[in-house]
């Protein structure tokens, strides 16, 4: 949809405090102990908006032990707490949660041991903690010995996440014994080899989920699982990898017949069995029909997500039944919803999705919205983003782009920008990465960091030699250049292996005589990083920039685009006082001179651009030359004069500050004459942006002092007035 809601007023200020902490805040404290507080004594955030705040600085890497010491409990109250990838606080500062009554509480990611994690929590908290979630943590100590102790004390807690840890049977065992209420568990991932002890819990334990156990005996499980009576989520699944980091040989044909061939487990409404092998259709069938409640079932990396049976069309198939699996569209987009911690189902998900998107006929935002979590939360899986790229890829392409909300495509180059930083040198994803952002809606009217982008561009454009990846890339850097600031457009410009490898492409052409679209391209690149920016201009020269542009210039004569192209770089240079010299080529001169007289506007005027700033140095460098500075000048006037306004803007210019000391040429009014007449032209075509820029840079006094002096040329005088009235009338408009 082209439609979405705007960011609330609470979530607009909740993300501005975020982006300037250090405005609302001061430091407290010495060099080796200092904290965060609030500059107003007296605020104080509810609790939602504490809760609010803390995750989003999590959620933007901006955690930290400093902005954590802002929450403690006479300014902010928490409840529920969430940290997800919470890396760089240590259990020193979160000690202050003691202050805080917490009930649900989510620390994943972090370099704390649970078992301080736990440490860090008051009395009442203890007595009354409801949810607890430490997946991706450690429960060792620095002696490598798993401690739980600490899971103990929680007599109250009822869901307890400990996946993607080094909890074991041991730890299971004192969960069981010591935590009464404790009737929803996920030890996906861990170390345990043996469920025995949840028999002492058999008649409560309602979520159990022991996703990729690559420890245990699963012949042995079974039995346990089918005396938990109250059960009513079960996820069994497997990824089918090995796990490498255990010496333990893995039984990987683990057979669930006995489990699909009961009619126990009463209250199931949920069953994962994702990823095992030899399942039976017809004992699946049957279970399906023991079962009544089900209301899912995890198929995805199985033989049987493919029977007629699971399919959406087939009059048997129970339609309040969800299946993720990978046959149908529905299968794959409840997967990828269901499955964003496990990389090897969201791969596959994501490798038939991309074939499956190849067939789509309108654009599928929702589709977009669900790969993103998956893509983010596993930036460093190659198998992924490749995939997760070549779909979004996809998914954007041609008309199906101008049909998809901005700030949707904001996320999408965000995360294409961030595989790209993450995978430099792998050729494929980086072209995928290239075929999503070489699109004139993203590039014109969708945010992100565009200085970011035109870097890892131009970085790909250096590491990899393919034309196709060479065209986009260029066309990507050609208009992003235009975008950015100039700091911004020197920093690239002046690093020399890109000006290197710009040129190059240049010169390939100019030798095979082949103006294609990535020639267009290459130097529109470099018009735009030359804007406004020396040292770009004199990389450009440094790297023999100016005997290629002759080259360019002797093979393609009288092709009109490529000659304004290279005008508007030579231009660039030309605004530059020190480099003129070097621009003072006879050969350069001559061919100038001749362009100067062109049939095309756009041609003659930057050719008179040029000219103006060379011979506003005076006769200095003009000996040389087989025309005189005065005859050029001659030239020069009458050519200006004998100009129509175009149709249409003819350049765009970042200020006019190269132009205010062309006006102080009195001795040559043909100078002057250039450069009043070219602020004339974007004024008229482009008042809104020009006839402002011209009053904030103070053009307007220099204009008037033209006019005062009485050796001022009259046809500059008559522009002169053209340019004050048109920024007058355009300042009327808006009074």
């Not at 079962?291 to 048997?316: K, R």
Request: net charge negative.
């Amino acid at each position: 949809t082209m439609y979405d809601n705007p960011t609330s007023l609470q979530e607009a200020c909740v993300e501005f405090i975020c982006e300037n902490i250090e405005a609302i805040s001061n430091v407290q404290g010495s060099a080796t102990k200092s904290k965060l507080v609030f500059r107003e004594t007296d605020v104080f955030f509810p609790t939602l908006l504490s809760e609010k705040l803390l995750q989003t600085l999590c959620i933007k890497g901006k955690l930290t032990d400093s902005t954590l010491s802002l929450f403690d409990p006479i300014h902010t109250r928490l409840e529920q707490v969430r940290l997800h990838d919470a890396g760089k606080i240590t259990s020193k500062e979160l000690r202050i949660l003691k202050g805080h009554k917490i009930t649900d509480l989510e620390v994943t990611g972090s370099n704390i041991v649970v078992n301080d994690l736990i440490g860090c929590l008051g009395e009442w908290t203890l007595q009354n903690l409801r949810f607890l979630n430490v997946a991706n943590n450690s429960f060792s100590n620095n002696i490598k010995f798993c401690v739980v102790v600490g899971l103990s004390k929680l007599k109250n807690l009822q869901v307890l996440d400990v996946s993607n840890t080094d909890f074991n049977t041991h730890g299971l065992e004192i969960v069981v014994e010591d935590l009464p209420l404790l009737d929803s568990l996920d030890l996906s991932s861990t170390l345990v080899d043996d469920l025995t002890s949840l028999k002492k819990c058999k008649h409560r334990m309602k979520y159990l989920n022991i996703y990729n156990l690559k420890h245990q005996n699963f012949e042995e499980t079974i039995p346990v699982l089918l005396e938990m009576d109250s059960l009513q989520h079960l996820d069994i699944s497997d990824d089918k990898k090995i796990d490498h980091s255990s010496h333990i040989s893995v039984p990987f044909k683990c057979k669930i017949e006995t489990l699909l061939k009961s009619s126990r487990l009463p209250n199931l409404s949920s069953l994962d069995i994702s990823g095992r092998e030899d399942i039976s259709v017809g004992d699946l069938v049957k279970f399906i029909h023991h079962h009544p409640n089900l209301t899912f079932l995890g198929l995805i990396q199985t033989d049987v997500c493919q029977d007629d049976v699971f399919m959406e069309y087939n009059a048997d198939f129970k339609k309040k039944l969800t299946v993720t699996g990978i046959a149908t569209e529905t299968q794959l987009i409840e997967a990828l919803k269901r499955y964003t911690s496990r990389p090897t189902f969201i791969q596959r998900s994501l490798c038939h999705l991309f074939r499956l998107a190849q067939g789509f006929t309108e654009p599928r935002s929702d589709i977009i919205k669900i790969i993103l979590p998956g893509m983010k939360k596993h930036p460093k899986e190659i198998a992924i983003q490749m995939a997760a790229t070549a779909c979004l890829y996809n998914l954007t392409k041609g008309d199906f782009i101008h049909k998809i909300h901005p700030t949707l495509l904001s996320e999408v180059v965000l995360l294409t920008l961030d595989a790209m930083t993450n995978f430099p040198n792998h050729f494929q994803l980086q072209k995928n990465v290239l075929l999503t952002l070489c699109s004139d809606r993203i590039l014109q009217e969708v945010q992100f960091d565009r200085y970011r982008c035109a870097k890892l561009v131009m970085d790909c454009l250096y590491a990899f030699d393919d034309p196709a990846m060479d065209r986009m890339a260029v066309a990507i850097c050609s208009i992003l250049a235009a975008k950015i600031s100039t700091a911004e457009t020197s920093k690239l410009g002046a690093f020399s292996p890109y000006m290197e490898k710009l040129l190059t492409i240049l010169a390939v052409k100019t030798e095979s005589c082949n103006v294609d679209i990535t020639m267009k391209f290459t130097l529109s690149a470099l018009w735009n990083l030359t804007d406004e920016s020396p040292v770009t201009c004199s990389t450009f020269l440094k790297e023999g920039g100016m005997n290629l542009i002759l080259k360019v210039l002797n093979t393609f004569k009288d092709d009109s685009t490529v000659e304004t192209k290279v005008l508007g770089l030579v231009n660039n240079i030309a605004e530059v006082p020190h480099l003129r010299n070097s621009l003072m080529m006879p050969d350069f001169v001559k061919i100038l001179r001749s362009l100067l007289h062109s049939s095309h506007i756009d041609v003659s005027y930057f050719a008179a651009g040029i000219v103006a700033h060379l011979a506003s140095q005076g006769e200095k460098g003009w000996e040389a030359q087989e025309v005189e500075r005065s005859d050029i000048l001659f030239e020069l006037g009458n050519v200006v004069n004998g100009w129509q306004m175009p149709d249409s803007e003819m350049v765009a210019y970042r200020s006019f500050h190269p132009f205010f000391p062309l006006l102080c040429n009195c001795d040559a009014p043909e100078i002057q004459m250039w450069a009043v007449w070219a602020m004339w032209h974007v004024c008229t075509k482009n008042p809104r942006r020009y006839c402002p820029m011209i009053v904030e840079e103070g053009a307007i006094s220099l204009l008037e002092e033209l006019l005062a002096q009485s050796c001022t040329d009259t046809q500059v005088r008559t522009l002169c007035r053209l340019v004050l009235d048109t920024v007058a009338k355009e300042a009327k408009c808006y009074k």
